[in-house]
């Protein structure tokens, strides 16, 4: 079973540019999420969808950070414009909640630096 | 507020013997617990779970251990080995969140000695 992928794997901008990143989660999940981890904390919750709808973004900077999954498939989360506190990690996830299960499925993850 | 804490940012053990590594939370709603591990330039994967209807659960070296009166959590790897060097997040998810949505400690970073 093919797992979460997640390109690019690194990226470099300069502030004020912008910059997006793609997410195919494992086949059948339905359920896909975005995180932020900057270097030494945990992963941060920016956005979760269930199939191609929104259920919590209520950690996204919605002024520069939007996210979509059209098709209740690939996602893609896009950054306009960048700071340099945006610099970090961004992780896809995938889950299939399902008989009290909850664990996530992590992609490889984007390093993003902005400078 | 950190609702995850994991207070001690790195543990040192020989191998061979146990690695304990802990995690406190103060949420009450918090009703299942995760851990995950997360190897260098690699997305976290996941471990072990535990339900808050359990004070254990156990599988192979792996055991995490539960308090709910303390609201603290422990996972134990025993015997530790060098690949077992890594670092560790626990993650607990509110019975009245999204079903899925986890929140995250800050992470351990567990090193292994041959």
């Known amino acids: 079973e093919a797992g979460v992928a997640q390109s690019p794997r690194y990226k470099i901008i300069e502030k004020r540019q912008s910059v997006a990143f793609w997410c195919n989660p494992i086949?059948?999940?339905?359920?896909l999420y975005w995180y932020q981890q900057i270097l030494g904390q945990g992963p941060k919750l920016l956005i979760q969808f269930q199939n191609n709808g929104v259920v919590d973004d209520s950690q996204l900077p919605k002024d520069r950070f939007s996210a979509e999954r059209l098709k209740g498939v690939d996602s893609t989360l896009k950054i306009q414009p960048a700071k340099l506190e945006d610099s970090a990690v961004y992780l896809c996830?995938?889950?299939?909640?399902?008989?009290?299960?909850?664990?996530?499925?992590f992609g490889p993850g984007t390093r993003l630096t902005v400078t | 507020d950190q609702q995850v804490k994991q207070n001690s940012p790195s543990l040192s053990v020989q191998e061979g013997r146990i690695s304990i590594l802990n995690c406190d939370y103060t949420?009450?709603?918090?009703?299942?617990f995760l851990w995950y591990k997360k190897y260098p330039a690699e997305g976290p994967t996941f471990l072990i779970s535990i339900s808050s209807i359990k004070d254990k659960n156990e599988d192979g070296r792996f055991t995490v251990f539960l308090n709910k009166s303390a609201k603290h959590l422990s996972l134990h790897i025993v015997p530790s080995q060098p690949g077992d060097s890594a670092v560790y997040f626990c993650a607990a998810r509110a019975i009245n969140t999204n079903a899925g949505k986890s929140t995250f400690g800050d992470g351990t970073t567990l090193t292994v000695k041959p």
């Open positions: 996830a995938s889950s299939l909640v399902a008989r009290g299960s909850y664990e996530q499925y």
């Open positions: 086949s059948g999940h339905a359920t």
């Open positions: 949420n009450s709603m918090f009703d299942y």
